[in-house]
């Protein structure tokens, strides 16, 4: 049987097999056991414009297959989508006890893409590879964080394939272990990503078992392994609550300081920014040349959670200030600025009111 099957794919297109996996492949999610951490015109009239076909927004399960195995996920597509359009596609990974459903429903990220008008996809944490479905980003001397973060990058290529994604605005973006995921993807594949995005995560190379990421996370310092000297990074945008009682505060300043060294960028002088009764936030640029490399907000009072997320879901706090708006207005103005290896300083300089507005 096995050989029959492996017949019948090779036999049919690879891009019509994918597009039929796509929208038949099951919804059903990894669920959330958690503890620390879902005619022709008449002559002589103008002939009627037709209108352009569109794609009406939807919310659909899909399924990848690679040589690390299956990945499934979910993506969001916004209504009225134009088949000739190329938008910029917004990648999130959730964290240990949700699923691509909860992240979604949490963050609201669905919301804002329907408004800004770019694709979300959610891949998906399988409990066979993790109990409580975390992703495994810490085990690297095994292999199994590579094979992951594979899968992924193969979700990335399939969605990208499929779909009308511009390859130049894509953001990778987590939450917990989804950050750390996040991190250990961008500094394998830095070229592919405009923005990394990191929420309540630790930075890559601190850990590779259990026990070195049981003590990065409750907030014992570990040397991170250096990256490669010639590596150019994507700009990062850093989200960390100063109460957080899964991932101790200190890993958010440590993520922020590893890409600033790596890209050689200062700090600039730090402010504090409130919105009406949300949590204040203390914000840190780094650049270089004016080159904005990195930012790094700290929510003050946030604890493991998502920053304005919705209310009524598991980590998440509707009292801190909103993470995805932040993170939309960070990658929109890393967009704008141009391709990366070209920036002038003029160029690169990202106006800090943007972002704050969004706190």
């Known amino acids: 049987m096995t050989k029959r099957m492996a ?16 929208k038949t492949a099951t919804s059903k999610g990894a669920k959330a056991i958690t503890k620390l951490l879902k005619g022709t015109p008449k002559k002589g009239k103008p ?6 076909p569109t794609l009406k927004a939807n919310w659909e399960p899909g399924i990848t297959f690679g040589m690390t195995g299956a990945r499934r996920y979910r993506l969001y597509r916004p209504a009225s989508l134009r088949r000739n359009e190329r938008l910029p596609l917004m990648v999130m990974l959730h964290g240990c006890g949700q699923d691509a459903e909860a992240l979604a429903a949490s963050s609201k990220m669905n919301q804002i893409a329907t408004r800004e008008r770019f694709l979300v996809v959610y891949p998906e944490q399988e409990r066979l590879a993790n109990a409580q479905a975390c992703w495994n980003w810490y085990d690297t001397r095994s292999g199994r964080a590579q094979r992951e973060a594979s899968s992924i990058e193969a979700v990335i ?4 394939q499929l779909q009308p994604v511009d390859s130049d605005r894509i953001v990778l973006c987590g939450l917990s272990a989804g950050a750390s995921m996040a991190a250990l993807i961008a500094t394998s594949r830095p070229e592919r ?12 190379g601190v850990a590779h078992s259990t026990a070195t990421a049981l003590m990065a996370m409750r907030g014992r310092k570990l040397a991170a392994k250096p990256l490669s000297t010639d590596m150019q990074l994507p700009a990062l945008l850093v989200i960390q609550g100063d109460k957080d009682r899964v991932v101790a505060p200190t890993n958010g300043a440590q993520a922020a300081q590893q890409w600033a060294t790596q890209c050689g960028a200062k700090p600039g002088k730090s402010r504090i920014v409130q919105r009406g009764a949300r949590y204040a936030t203390s914000i840190t640029d780094y650049r270089i040349r004016g080159k904005l490399v990195v930012t790094f907000c700290e929510v003050q009072g946030l604890d493991h959670a998502w920053s304005g997320g919705a209310a009524g879901h598991a980590y998440s706090d509707p009292k801190g ?11 929109k ?14 160029k690169a300089e990202i106006s800090t009111k943007t972002l704050t507005k969004k706190i």
């Open 321 to 331: 200030p909103d993470a995805s708006g932040m993170i939309w207005a960070f990658a």
């Open 333 to 346: 103005k890393q967009f704008a600025s141009g391709v990366r290896s070209d920036l002038t300083p003029a």
């Open 193 to 204: 990503f405009r923005v990394i995005a990191m929420h309540s995560g630790i930075t890559t």
């Open 7 to 22: 017949k019948t794919l090779w036999n049919t297109p690879f891009k019509r097999i994918l597009s039929k996996i796509t």
């Open 157 to 160: 290529d399939q969605v990208c």
């Open 47 to 52: 002939a009627p414009v037709k209108p352009r």
